[in-house]
């Protein structure tokens, strides 16, 4: 993605990505990650697909800046408690792993509930989501 960045197409290679590295084979409702398409031929596939320089996004790709990134990333996420996938925030609360919707909505129509309830006690709105993020839990 970092290589793509450089380029001006990141949304671009993320698309491609989400559209090309899963798949529903193996009798599964559910699609499954395919790590052979993420790996770098695969990108490098995609690269050539969106049009980019290829020889500047293989070296972008192994550059330090881009490996830097990752790590930031990485220390980023560990940071907040993210120690895999999927993980999902709704207003700084954590949830792991794969969820049934019924857990989303729960999640989500109690958040609402307590925005709502904050902004009738004064609270502004603007204010709100750095806030509760801030005091946000890990996980639920």
Known sequence: MCAAQKQNKFNEMEARIWETGWTSEGGSPFPRLEPEKLKQP??????????????????????????????????????????????????????????????????????????????????KLHDYYATIVANGKKSI
């Open 42 to 123: 695969a990108m490098e596939t995609l690269a050539k697909e969106l049009k980019l320089n290829v020889a500047k996004f293989k070296a972008d790709m192994d550059s330090e800046a881009c490996k830097q990134q990752l790590a930031d990333n990485k220390a980023l996420l560990s940071k907040v408690g993210v120690r895999g996938t999927p993980g999902f925030f709704v207003n700084g609360r954590y949830l792991v792993g794969a969820q049934p919707i019924e857990k989303f909505k729960t999640v989500i129509d109690e958040e609402v509930k307590k925005a709502d309830e904050a902004l009738k006690n004064g609270a």
